[in-house]
């Protein structure tokens, strides 16, 4: 404790960093920050962008940027992401930005961030293009944690053979996420092809019965082959999911 208040003192530490250090978080007028929530639970803490002004955003992305050396942000809109990189470019004007525009994902790097590296592969597959925002949310996530990601699309279920000459692909791989909507059916397809653990991403594409992926999410609970499965449009679950399988997989790789 000692050596971090020596370090507020001489100005080689601010209070936000010092704070994230001592409990793990850094409180601000936007609400608190878990910084410590990688390293507590090896999923990095995210900035959902939904419900909150461009001002509290751009703050909370600074926040991060400054305690963590990483700012990760999912459902922006244009106005938050201009105001983060405002900020940014004012506060951390060496940060790397990336901005995932069709996901709505922003991932900001401060100049010494050293990202994770995991020794497994992470596939993430979507039916379609309409399904493009969640599996795109589960791609930058999954690589976040450190995995290398590999993206398969268009290969739904309307035209079997566009997932059947992909199959040899798939198998290569460690974990997969597979994005459908409408009934939902590719995972069930995918994981009864594979024998690599599949995580089910339901999409609220579908309309009519049972539409806004209530048929999806309702087919992949009742899948005949093994899967698992996560909430409608819950890109972030199913990346940081297939994130942690991946990490394990690499430890005990590590261990042998």
């Known amino acids: 404790m000692r050596e971090i208040l020596e370090a507020v003192e001489s100005g080689d530490m601010s209070v936000s960093e010092a704070e994230s250090e001592l409990s793990g978080y850094a409180t601000s007028e936007q609400g608190r920050f878990d910084a410590a929530r990688e390293r507590r639970r090896g999923v990095p803490e995210a900035i959902l962008g939904d419900g909150k002004t461009p001002e509290e955003v751009r703050a909370l992305a600074a926040t991060a940027v400054e305690t963590a050396g990483r700012a990760l942000l999912t459902r922006v809109s244009d106005d938050q992401v201009a105001a983060v990189r405002a900020e940014l470019a004012d506060a951390h004007p060496d940060a790397v930005v990336r901005h995932r525009e069709r996901a709505n994902v922003l991932v900001a790097h401060a100049a010494d961030f050293e990202p994770p590296n995991v020794d497994a592969a992470v596939g993430v597959v979507s039916a379609g293009t309409s399904d493009a925002v969640p599996a795109g949310e589960a791609v930058v996530v999954a690589e976040e944690m450190g995995a290398d990601v590999t993206e398969v699309h ?103």
């Open 154 to 256: 268009d290969v739904g279920v309307a035209s079997l053979v566009r997932i059947l000459d992909q199959v040899e692909r798939l198998r290569d791989l460690d974990v997969l996420v597979v994005a459908a909507g409408r009934e939902g059916a590719l995972p069930t397809i995918v994981a009864g092809l594979v024998d690599t653990p599949v995580i089910g991403l339901p999409v609220s594409n579908g309309y009519g019965h049972a539409g806004e992926g209530e048929a999806a999410l309702s087919g992949m609970l009742q899948s005949c082959t093994v899967l698992s499965t996560v909430n409608v449009d819950a890109g972030f679950v199913a990346g940081a999911q297939a994130g942690l399988i991946a990490r394990a997989i690499d430890a005990a790789a590590s261990s042998e």
